[in-house]
């Protein structure tokens, strides 16, 4: 299977933003799946990540309260909602299947999109 992230662009700091994760090639809903992102000069780090079941969620704390991240099975998306957005989330957002023990444990990485958000 083959994951696309979208939905990035150039923000405004206090903006919101969708990203979407589409699957091709194969089915997401049996996998528990993360965003991640990079800064520039940084490692890329955990964001987000949902069960395959949908009933468990997991956030970075400097995310919570402001990001959320749903699936939509059949339409093999996986989506982060992100409001509020501050120049530190600025990076590459890459979404990714995670194992289902350890959810901010990436296995397979996806395209990214860009964020950027001005201040």
């Known amino acids: 299977v083959q994951l696309q992230a979208s939905g990035g662009g150039l923000v405004q700091a206090g903006a919101d933003l969708r990203l979407s994760c589409t699957a091709t090639g194969g089915t997401l809903s049996d996998y528990s799946m993360g965003w991640f992102r990079q800064a520039p000069g940084k490692e890329r780090e955990f964001v987000a990540a949902?069960?395959?079941?949908?009933?468990?969620?997991k956030f970075a704390d400097s995310v919570k309260g402001r990001f959320t991240i749903s699936r939509d099975n059949a339409k093999n998306s996986v989506f982060l909602r992100m409001n509020s957005l501050r120049s530190e989330d600025t990076g590459v957002y890459y979404c990714?299947?995670?194992?289902?023990?350890?959810?901010?444990?990436?296995?397979?990485w996806g395209q990214g999109t860009q964020v950027t958000v001005s201040s």
């Open positions: 990714a299947r995670v194992q289902d023990t350890s959810i901010s444990s990436p296995i397979q």
């Open positions: 949902i069960t395959w079941t949908g009933i468990m969620t």
